[in-house]
Structure formats: C-alpha cells, structure tokens
C-alpha cells in the first residue's frame, strides 16, 4: 500500500524520497540481495510504500501519474542501485498496466489498476514463446471459446516476474484461420488458477537475484471478461503500447547504470596506486572514464528528449527505438572498460562493477534485441525516404 502523504508531493520533493531510498536502502542492501538470491521482501514492501508501482498509472486508478520525463528521471535515480530492484516492479509499470490502460475495458481498469498501482497485484508480461520471440505473430498458445470462458494451452518463456506474478497477460492465438498477428488476442489470466505452473531456470547469467521465468497453461479456464478490452485478434496491438513504454524505461535505466557505473570506476581509480602515483593521473585511464561519460550524456540526452516527444502525445517509436538500441549498446561498452579499469577486483571479490557489467548484458537484448531495432530502423528509414524524402519522426520542420 502506497503511505497516503507521497500522493501529496510535488515531482521534485518525489524525486528526492527516491534518490535517498536509492542511496540510504536500495544500495546497501545489494550484497544482502545476492547472498540471498532475491530481492528481499522488506525492499518489495518499500518500493511498494513509496509508489514504485504506481508512477505511471493515473491518479484516476490510484497512481500517481507522473509523465513520462519525470519517469525517465525517476528510473535514472532508481537504476544507480541494481536494476534487478527494478524488475520486480517493471512489468506492472509498463508493459502491462500501459495495455490495460489504453485497451482494457473500463471496467478492467477499475478491477485492476488500483491494486497493481499499490503493488498488492503484480503482474507479468507473458509473450514470448520457444518459437515466438523477435517473431511475435508466430506465437502457438491457443485460446478456444468455450461457453463463457477461454480455454488456453500453451508456454511461455523468458517471463519476468513469472514467478511472483499474480496475474499474467497472456496473448494467445484466438483464431487458427488467420497466421500471425491478426488471429493473436490478450488475457488476464490469474496466476492461482487451475491448469498454470510456472518454473525458473536452474542458471541466469546477470540478474541472477530476480530471474526470468516459464509459465506453462494446460487447459486454463480464463473467463470471457478477462478478454483484454472485449475483443479478439487485437493482442499485438495492445502489446506495443506497453512495449514503446517499456523501451523508454530500459533506455532510461542503461542510463541509471551506467552513472552508477563510472562513479564507483572513478572512486577506484582514484585510490589506486600504481608506480607511485594514483591510476587517475594516467592520460589512457582520463581518456577511458571521459570517451564513457561523453556516450553516456548522450544516452541520456537522447533519451530524456524521447519522453518530451512522448508527452507532446504522440508515441516517437523509431526515436524510442534509437534510445533504447543506442543506450543498451552504450552502457555495454561503459561497463566493459570499467571492469577493465578495476583490474584483478574486475573478476575477484565483490566489488559492484562486475556484477552490473553481467546485469547490463541483458538489457541489449530485453524489449527487442539491438539487430532487431537495427533491421527495423533501417526498414523505416527506406520506407520513409522512397515516401517524402525524410527520416522516421524527423525534426524537420
């Protein structure tokens, strides 16, 4: 439940509750969180305490509704701490509680919203399949009508929060006539209910404390109101509205990391001593941490300017895209020269750095892998130009 005084503050006065939670809770607590292979419940409680899961959803819904640039500049604040944090409450800020705004029913955003903004109802995204990854329109989960449920079956893989989650959204095939994403419908499915299993993989290479999961449905009953806005054959659809948002917010935590990144490598360089003076005063090390901020300012540059176009009202999708491609791939590289800077401590011991360099390996390929963003930015590119000379959401006037 969120304290009821934080509906009171002003985004500057929120953003400083976050920023000290980060630094005074969320940071400290790291190694707890590792030598106990899950973020630590008292740290769920305070996320949900302090209106993490309600940041993006409507005052109307019991959210606190801040834009997506205040967004972007919470999750930099949030995401200095490990971004494992961030994926306990990441589906239901995004991917789902966007598809349920903007597609469910009304009374879907009444039934669900409000819990999900008090972190009461965590809820995962639960698209991906073994054959129906970047390919999402080849997904095989069939949903079949029957009296007045849904009868699903089917898997899904690579689910964050599949194991904690309450409910999932589902998207399965409601018509077998018609093949990719026009025969695909969204469910809300009830994690308790008879038929679902979820399971966790045995090895995570980086965010080992908040695992990716599977969820397998065998003859699950989901009632004809759990249809995602009523309709079928509109689930992809639904999907890319959370997804656009998700995208921002991945861009926006390789930000988060990254800062965090090259503060603990420039603290280590500068109490490092080799051949009697610090590493700092080396030009090759100056020139390493200064070519990283450079990449990370732009990421973040990039990416706060995506939320302004964002809240003007339309979805800047190819600048979304470009953000999260440029940001994933930025924080990457930052993290590799920092573990490289770190020497022996890079690959020994617990020092921070290399444990966000495994993290931050993932966020190239979480919201659509960077050759994926690539091929499809280069498509738009084409298709835009042949049109009227111009690039995808240019700036021309």
């Not at 089917?154 to 904690?164: L, V």
């Not at 469910?187 to 908040?210: C, K, Q, W, Y």
């Not at 009697?276 to 941490?289: D, K, M, P, R």
Request: net charge negative.
């Amino acid at each position: 439940m969120i304290d009821p005084d934080i509906f009171g503050y002003d985004f500057d006065a929120y953003l400083e509750v976050i920023a000290d939670f980060t630094d005074n809770e969320l940071i400290p607590a790291e190694n707890e969180m590792v030598e106990a292979g899950a973020v630590p419940p008292r740290i769920v409680a305070r996320m949900a305490e302090l209106g993490l899961f309600a940041i993006t959803i409507p005052r109307a819904y019991g959210g606190l509704e801040w834009t997506m640039e205040q967004q972007v500049r919470l999750t930099f604040e949030f995401t200095r701490a490990s971004c494992v944090y961030r994926s306990r409450f990441s589906t239901v800020i995004g991917l789902c509680s966007q598809a349920i705004l903007d597609h469910g029913t009304e009374e879907q955003r009444q039934r669900l919203l409000p819990a999900m903004a008090a972190g009461e109802l965590v809820t995962a995204f639960a698209l991906t399949e073994e054959e129906a990854g970047s390919d999402a329109g080849s997904l095989t989960t069939t949903a079949v009508r029957s009296g007045d449920n849904y009868v699903l079956n089917g898997s899904k893989r690579y689910i964050t929060n599949a194991a904690w989650a309450d409910a999932f959204v589902v998207f399965a095939r409601t018509d077998q006539s018609k093949p990719g994403a026009d025969g695909i419908s969204a469910f809300i499915v009830d994690a308790g209910s008879n038929g679902v299993r979820t399971a966790l993989p045995e090895i995570m290479n980086g965010h080992a404390e908040g695992p990716v999961g599977e969820i397998h449905l065998d003859d699950v009953e989901v009632p004809v109101e759990n249809l995602l806005g009523g309709v079928e054959g509109a689930g992809l659809t639904m999907a890319l509205r959370g997804i656009n948002h998700a995208r921002l917010h991945v861009a926006a935590t390789c930000i988060g990391q990254g800062t965090r990144l090259l503060e603990e490598t420039t603290a280590h360089v500068n109490g490092r001593r080799q051949f009697g003076s610090a590493i700092a005063e080396l030009g090759a090390v100056q020139a390493t941490l200064g070519g990283s901020f450079a990449e990370l300012e732009a990421g973040r540059s990039l990416t706060v300017e995506c939320a302004r176009a964002f809240d003007e009202g339309s979805i800047p999708r190819h600048r979304i895209a470009s953000a999260k491609l440029f940001s994933s791939e930025m924080v990457g590289r930052v993290a590799d020269r920092c573990v490289q800077l770190l020497g022996g401590e890079g690959i020994v011991g617990p020092h921070p750095v290399p444990r966000m360099w495994r993290d931050v390996r993932a966020l190239r390929i979480y919201e659509g892998s960077s050759p994926i963003h690539e091929r499809n930015l280069g498509r738009a590119m084409i298709k835009q130009v042949a049109a009227d000379g111009t690039l995808p959401n240019t700036y021309r006037v």
